[in-house]
C-alpha cells in the first residue's frame, strides 16, 4: 500500500474486525455466552475494543490470503486471472490482444514472453511453468502502470477488503450453523434466531464471493488494459501496430 491507502487500510482492517466480534458477542449471548468486550463503555473500553477489532480484522485478512485465497479461491478459479488469461488455451483475451501485450512486454522489458522449458519437459510440468511465467509477466506490467494510474492499486485494494469479508462471513456462517445444530439438540427456543444468523450470514458469504472474484478480475484487465495504453503513447505508432 502506498501512504495514500494508510487510511483507507486502516479502516478495511478495523470495520470488518468489529463487525465479527460483535457478530459473535450477539451470537454467544443467545446461550449465555459473551466475549469481555464492551460496546457501550467509556474511552479506555472503546480504545481497546478499536485496537482488537483492528488486530482482529489483520488475522481475518491473513487466513484470508495464507487459506482461503490459496487453498479455496485459486484452485477453485483455476488459477488468477492475471495469469489464467495469458495461457494459449484461454479464451478470455483474443489472439491478437495477447500478441500485441506479449510483443509489448518484450519491447519494454526485453524479456521473453514463453517459459524455458527443458528439453525432456512432461507436458504436466510445462503446464505448471506457463502460469508462473504469465504471472511474472503480469507483475511486470503492474509495477510500469501503478506508478502513473492508481486504478490498479484501488482495485486490488478493494478485491482484499471482499477477500476479507469473504473470510469472515464464512467463518461467521459456520459458527452460526454450528449454534444452530446445538440448540436444536439443546437450547431449541433459539434455534431460530441461529437459523436466521446462518441465512443472513450465507447470503452475505456468496455476495462477498461475487464481489472478490469480479475485482479480481477487474485488477487484472485494468493492468492489461493499461499497459498497452500507455506503451501506445511512448512507442510511435507504427511500433505499436506491428505488435
Not at 48 to 64: I, P, R
Not at 149 to 156: C, E
Request: hydrophobic fraction near 45%.
Amino acid at each position: 500500500m502506498t501512504p495514500r491507502f494508510d487510511l483507507y487500510d486502516f479502516i478495511a482492517n478495523l470495520i470488518p474486525g468489529v463487525v465479527f466480534l460483535w457478530c459473535m458477542q450477539t451470537m454467544g449471548s443467545l446461550i449465555g455466552w459473551t466475549l469481555p468486550l464492551d460496546f457501550a463503555g467509556g474511552l479506555t473500553e472503546t480504545s481497546v475494543l478499536v485496537a482488537l477489532s483492528y488486530v482482529t480484522g489483520l488475522l481475518l485478512q491473513g487466513v484470508s490470503q495464507g487459506v482461503v485465497e490459496l487453498y479455496i479461491l485459486k484452485p477453485l478459479w483455476k488459477g488468477f486471472p492475471s495469469e489464467r488469461w495469458l495461457l494459449h488455451d484461454d479464451k478470455h483475451f483474443s489472439t491478437d490482444y495477447k500478441s500485441r501485450l506479449f510483443s509489448l512486454i518484450t519491447k519494454r522489458f526485453g524479456v521473453a514472453t514463453e517459459p524455458e522449458l527443458p528439453s525432456d519437459c512432461p507436458s504436466h510440468c510445462a503446464y505448471k511453468l506457463c502460469p508462473k511465467k504469465n504471472r511474472e509477466l503480469f507483475y511486470l506490467c503492474y509495477h510500469e502502470v501503478s506508478l502513473t494510474n492508481p486504478r490498479p492499486l484501488v482495485l486490488n485494494a478493494h478485491y482484499g477488503l471482499f477477500r476479507g469479508l469473504l473470510t469472515m462471513f464464512g467463518l461467521l456462517a459456520v459458527f452460526s450453523f454450528t449454534g444452530l445444530i446445538w440448540t436444536l439438540l439443546t437450547v431449541q427456543s433459539q434455534a431460530a434466531a441461529f437459523g436466521v444468523w446462518t441465512a443472513l450470514f450465507v447470503a452475505a458469504t456468496l455476495i462477498a464471493y461475487i464481489r472478490c472474484k469480479k475485482r479480481s478480475e477487474d485488477f487484472a484487465q485494468s493492468v492489461f488494459d493499461l499497459f498497452i495504453v500507455s506503451m501506445a503513447n511512448k512507442l510511435p505508432v507504427e511500433q505499436v501496430s506491428k505488435a
